[in-house]
């Protein structure tokens, strides 16, 4: 299941019934920060807990999760049509995720390119079930990982265990675009 895609239905539901996060907070009897990491699909909602969400979004179950295990064998993105992604809501993290493969809806891996204006970072390490692929397509970037950072610059590529709290972060004044692809573990 597109885990992705769920998570901006549930963001996007929200938004058009022009509902804070606290507010459906409240009503799913959820803390703000949970369901927060659930829109930016840092957590994955149980059953229970994505019948709560729907219930306060006046959706149901079904309807949030209708088409997210579809798989098209071949799915085409043009570069203008790509879908820009709330990843990271912290004030500091000006950085855009665009997803490159938001039409295969069950897929493996979730490839984005990020693109990081200068002097931007996410303001914390996090980590997630899973691992990762990143690769430097233009700038300079830091990587921190575990609390040791790398430095890396267009054509590195890393290949990490993504459960390591990990962030990147622009130092510079240029912005950098880094392609990234992940994967979670089968739920199967």
């Known amino acids: 299941m597109n885990l992705v895609e769920l998570a ?10 022009r509902l804070t996060i606290e507010e459906v907070a409240a ?17 994955t909602p149980s059953l229970p807990a994505l019948g709560k969400i729907a219930l306060a979004l006046d959706v149901s179950v079904s309807e949030l999760v209708e088409g997210l295990d579809e798989k098209p064998p071949l799915v085409v993105i043009r570069g203008d049509e790509r879908k820009v992604v709330q990843r990271d809501q912290s004030p500091r993290n000006k950085s ?4 490159l493969a938001h039409r ?3 897929r493996a891996m979730d490839p984005f390119l990020i693109t990081i204006p200068g002097g ?25 990982y575990g609390g040791e950072t790398v430095s890396l610059r267009a054509g590195d590529s890393l290949y990490f265990d993504a459960n390591v709290p990990h962030r990147l972060i622009n130092p510079n ?16």
Not at 27 to 43: D, I, M, P, Y
Not at 96 to 99: A, L, Q
Not at 182 to 188: C, D, G, I, N, R
């Open 27 to 43: 009503q799913a009897g959820l803390t703000r920060s949970w369901l927060s990491k659930v829109e930016n699909f840092r957590v």
């Open 96 to 99: 855009i995720y665009e997803s």
């Open 120 to 144: 931007v970072s996410r303001e914390e390490a996090l980590s997630h079930e899973g691992e990762e692929f990143l690769y430097v397509q233009s700038g300079s970037v830091q990587f921190e």
């Open 173 to 188: 004044k240029r912005p950098a675009t880094v392609l990234c692809v992940f994967s979670e573990p089968s739920l199967e």
């Open 8 to 17: 901006q239905r549930i963001k996007s539901r929200r938004l058009d019934q």
């Open 104 to 106: 295969r809806m069950d």
